[in-house]
């Protein structure tokens, strides 16, 4: 599911899972695994996180895991993930081609830059689906802004990889095609400097910009796992969903 490359001190964490790189439990503790690894290896200096699959980098977390009994145990790894690349000591990129929505769109702006095609989409769509997302509501007020992040969470329709740039959701917009080859170079700029440098430097942006980061994932994952998986809805919207059918909503 994880296809893993390194060259000259950049690691290469390239997601294969076909069709859309679906994020289920199996794959988020393969996550887990390779960046454990990665931080304690004095070689890798720089991770990004790219896809093997043209046309998207993921399609979001895997729905029929949200559901109970699984939901808790699925949420908690992913948001760990999620928030362990945010904290992470060492510079993370994100290379985005095609689909970024739901959980694919947190992985990807967990990290500390994020380069996109123009062709790119980015979207949470869960409301759609009776749930919300959680990292993304800790998160994206910080990097996006208020207004923008009520967008991006409220509204399920996708934006461009212009707009998310607009949004602050996107670092850097390539041309079609150029993608690999700017990430490559940005990747070898950083992996030039101090590790040492980059991780106190990181952590000084963490500490100035976020410093309730932690307590603000705390609270939107008790929100989601105490609240919102006890509504109606959220069963309702995740069913409704497998079944391929339109929801019922109850507003309950």
């Not at 294969?16 to 200096?45: C, M, S």
């Not at 212009?162 to 150029?178: D, N, T």
């Not at 919102?228 to 309950?252: H, I, Q």
Request: glycine share 8%; net charge neutral.
């Amino acid at each position: 599911m994880i296809e893993r490359s390194t060259q000259d001190g950049v690691a290469y964490l390239a997601l294969h899972h076909p069709p859309l790189n679906i994020l289920n439990q199996k794959l988020i503790a393969q996550l887990h695994t390779e960046l454990t690894a990665l931080a304690e290896d004095p070689r890798t200096r720089v991770v990004v996180l790219s896809s093997k699959i043209p046309r998207v980098f993921s399609a979001g977390a895997d729905v029929g895991e949200h559901l109970p009994p699984d939901f808790r145990t699925m949420i908690e790894s992913f948001v760990d993930l999620c928030g362990r690349l945010v904290t992470y000591p060492k510079p993370t990129l994100a290379a985005v081609d095609g689909k970024c929505l739901g959980g694919g769109m947190e992985l990807a702006l967990s990290c500390d830059l994020v380069l996109a095609t123009e062709g790119a989409q980015f979207g949470q769509p869960e409301v759609a689906v009776g749930v919300f997302p959680p990292v993304g509501a800790a998160l994206y007020p910080r990097i996006c802004g208020l207004q923008n992040a009520y967008r991006l969470l409220l509204d399920p329709r996708p934006v461009s990889a212009l707009e998310a740039q607009r949004m602050g959701a996107v670092s850097q917009v390539v041309a079609e095609g150029k993608l690999e080859s700017t990430v490559a170079a940005t990747a070898t700029v950083l992996a030039r400097s101090s590790l040492a440098v980059l991780g106190l430097a990181k952590r000084a942006i963490r500490e100035g910009l976020a410093v309730h980061w932690g307590e603000a994932r705390a609270r939107a994952t008790r929100l989601y796992l105490e609240d919102l998986m006890s509504t109606e809805d959220a069963t309702e919207g995740l069913r409704a969903f497998l079944e391929k059918r339109p929801a019922r909503w109850k507003d309950r």
